[in-house]
């Protein structure tokens, strides 16, 4: 458990790095807004982090790929819109700066998130 729950951080560090050079990069490099931005570094943050957790977290489910896929994505969009709720809640009314909205709002999703995929995805 505490090995699973390691490499749970582990592979959401990663994601959260995906997700805030993803963001940070549109928001330099392009004219798209940050709620825009966000919603784009989200799914690469997700598809990232499917991968990695199916290969090092909790390894393959007994479902088709197709289905484990469906059921990460399902609990991954339940915890991205808490995390974009967040995110935005805090661009709107607390702070200017997206990356320090980014930390909470990730940090929000990540209980929620961890414990959807141990028993809605990759559950024996």
Same mark, same amino acid.
């Given at each position: 458990? =505490? =090995?699973?729950?390691? $490499?749970?951080?582990?592979?959401?560090? &990663?994601?959260?790095?995906? !997700?805030?050079?993803?963001?940070? /990069?549109?928001? %330099?490099?392009? !004219? &798209? !807004?940050?709620?825009?931005?966000?919603?784009?570094?989200?799914?690469? +943050? @997700?598809? @990232?982090?499917?991968?990695?957790?199916?290969?090092?977290t909790f390894g393959k489910s007994e479902r088709?790929?197709?289905?484990?896929?469906? %059921?990460? /994505?399902?609990? /991954?969009?339940? $915890?991205? *819109?808490?995390?974009?709720?967040v995110y935005s809640g805090l661009l709107l009314?607390?702070?200017?700066?997206? &990356? *320090?909205? @980014?930390?909470?709002? $990730?940090?929000? +999703?990540?209980?929620? $998130?961890?414990?959807?995929?141990? =028993?809605?995805?990759?559950? %024996?």
């Open positions: 458990m =505490k =090995k699973r729950l390691l $490499s749970f951080v582990i592979v959401g560090g &990663i994601g959260f790095l995906a !997700d805030a050079g993803v963001l940070l /990069g549109l928001l %330099r490099w392009t !004219d &798209i !807004d940050p709620f825009t931005a966000r919603l784009l570094a989200i799914a690469t +943050a @997700l598809q @990232l982090t499917w991968l990695l957790n199916r290969n090092f088709h790929a197709a289905v484990e896929g469906m %059921r990460y /994505g399902g609990v /991954g969009i339940a $915890s991205a *819109v808490l995390n974009y709720l009314f607390v702070t200017s700066m997206p &990356i *320090v909205a @980014l930390t909470v709002g $990730s940090a929000t +999703a990540t209980v929620f $998130s961890y414990t959807g995929y141990a =028993k809605l995805v990759f559950g %024996r």
